[in-house]
């Protein structure tokens, strides 16, 4: 394999949601060996880079949003937006509700209040988000000319199943509906996926790099078109049933180190 990609969330994180000292090893194995280890992940890129630090891959491009922002060096090399008519909709919808909703562009991160979801997001991510009003997040972004990567709207799963229900009717053609959680709901766009990330970054990047040149891991069910679609698509022991299903190896799990399992293997020097 030429180059590697990890997810984070249920993959490549421990226990403790850091990354472990055989991870660590192995992954600087790997990159002295010239194999890229790129982060791809639903995540804004602030809470990825404190990885890559960890890590010392810094500087090494990010695939940040599933794919809805790819950047090298920094800078982005692709950018795919949720049109904000539907952001404005999706903001009605949860009116009058108990939902939390939750909106990111680039580097920006807005929560309408300090909520148990925010808190949570927080501690996970190790990034502060910003308090405002969905109101005036639409309003300050229509005047930028600019809308959101992703939408999280979480909370109560019978709420949430009402909302998807509406948000598939009128936006079906248009969303991807991205249950992580029964609690928790992201929304992007659907010309986007980890996969067309992984394609625009090669593209970009490197050139010379086949999906069959390329190693992935993932556990969950916005990795599925990744891993069927790379050379050798990796599953932790942790990952849904679908996810199972369509790797190409099983690893351990990821509180067992089971990405730092796979680089031993299956990246040969």
């Known amino acids: 394999m ?33 194999v890229p280890f790129i982060l791809i992940s639903s995540r804004m890129p602030a809470a990825m880079t404190h990885i890559q630090d960890d890590l010392r891959i810094s500087g090494l491009p990010l695939i940040a949003y599933n794919g809805g922002w790819v950047l090298v060096d920094g800078q982005p090399i692709h950018s795919e937006e949720i049109p904000l008519r539907i952001v404005q909709v999706v903001d009605g919808l949860q009116s009058g509700t108990s939902l939390s909703v939750q909106l990111f562009h680039g580097h920006e991160w807005y929560v309408e209040a300090m909520d148990f979801y925010a808190l949570r997001e927080e501690n996970n991510t190790k990034v502060t988000p910003t308090v405002r009003e969905v109101a005036e997040t639409i309003n300050d972004w229509s005047g930028r000319n600019i809308s959101a990567h992703k939408v999280m709207v979480m909370g109560e799963s019978a709420e949430l199943d009402g909302l998807v229900e509406q948000l598939e009717k009128k936006f079906g053609s248009e969303l991807h509906l991205y249950r992580s959680k029964d609690t928790y709901l992201e929304i992007a766009s659907k010309r986007i996926s980890k996969l067309t990330g992984i394609e625009m970054l090669l593209a970009n990047s490197y050139p010379d790099f086949a999906l069959t040149d390329c190693i992935a891991f993932g ?10 679609a790379v050379g050798v698509g990796v599953a932790v022991a942790n990952a849904k049933a679908a996810v199972l299903a369509v790797a190409d190896r099983v690893v351990a799990t990821n509180k067992e180190d089971g990405v730092a399992e796979g680089l031993r293997s299956l990246v040969i020097r």
């Open 2 to 34: 030429k180059i590697a990609f990890s997810d984070i969330d249920g993959t490549l994180l421990n226990k403790d949601r850091e990354v472990s000292p055989a991870l660590k090893k192995e992954v600087l194995r790997i990159t002295e060996d010239g």
């Open 219 to 228: 556990d969950n069910f916005n990795d599925v078109e990744m891993l069927e």
